[in-house]
């Protein structure tokens, strides 16, 4: 995975996030994708390390762009983040990118998170975007968020 910090940003695209896909490779795209072997399958994103006042647009966090996989690999160029292995709860989006995807991550924590018998935990928030011609007028994505089960 390619890792950067990067601005907390609600609305239109990060540039930050942009930069690091437009320096990737065709050699690295292709290096990571051979190493996909898990769902969410294919070319991911993922945020985490959040600092404080994420929920006021405020602050950074470490973005990863790369694979999931069980794979045992080193390689220079790419970083890995190991995930502990737990409970996901999997939001689809689908529509103009990037206003449906940032609409959907606003209602999972205005939404579904004050009524759901889920919280949040500590790990990645794992995005992953069908194609990636996010001109298109509808973008099919997935949100991956790592959850466990409210204590009564």
Request: proline share 7%; charged share 30%; aromatic share 10%.
């Amino acid at each position: 995975m390619l890792k950067k910090r990067v601005p907390v940003i609600f609305h239109g695209e990060n540039p930050e996030i942009v930069n690091m896909q437009q320096r990737m490779t065709t050699e690295q795209y292709e290096q990571l994708e051979q190493l996909s072997n898990v769902e969410p399958r294919g070319m991911i994103n993922a945020s985490f390390n959040f600092s404080e006042g994420r929920m006021e647009e405020k602050g950074e966090l470490d973005h990863l762009i790369g694979v999931a996989t069980t794979l045992q690999t080193e390689h220079e160029e790419f970083s890995i983040v190991e995930v502990r292995a737990g409970e996901w709860a999997v939001f689809e989006s689908e529509g103009p990118f990037p206003e449906a995807l940032q609409d959907t991550w606003g209602r999972i924590y205005s939404e579904w998170f004050p009524t759901s018998v889920y919280e949040a935990v500590d790990g990645p928030e794992i995005l992953w975007i069908e194609n990636s011609d996010l001109d298109k007028p509808e973008v099919k994505s997935e949100i991956w968020m790592p959850v466990k089960k409210r204590h009564p």
